[in-house]
């Protein structure tokens, strides 16, 4: 029979002693269930003339990439963000 190891639960202003003094923390976090915030994916549709489809493929061959990656990555740029706060 296997059994789980629990958690140790600690109120918060314990948990914020206990980080703020440089203590490891990490034992009382279930990280398996940690994500980060707004990063939930959203499915947008959007028409390109063929010309643009034809040049971002090109461009994503070059690079190794695929043409969603490569579309990520230019808007991510042009927005400011990391590419990488998103998935999918």
């Known amino acids: 029979m296997k059994t789980k190891m629990l958690k140790a639960t600690l109120k918060a202003k ?3 002693r206990k980080f703020d003094s440089g203590a490891r ?3 009382h976090l279930h990280l398996n269930r940690a994500r980060r915030v707004g990063t939930d994916a959203r ?3 959007v028409d390109f003339p063929a010309w ?3 040049s971002l493929d090109r461009e994503a061959r070059r690079l190794g990439v695929t043409r969603q990656s490569l579309i990520k990555l230019w808007l991510a740029d ?3 963000q990391p590419a990488s706060a998103g998935r999918g």
């Open 78 to 80: 042009r927005l400011g």
């Open 52 to 54: 643009m489809v034809d």
């Open 14 to 16: 314990t948990f914020d």
């Open 43 to 45: 499915r947008v549709n």
């Open 25 to 27: 923390v990490t034992d």
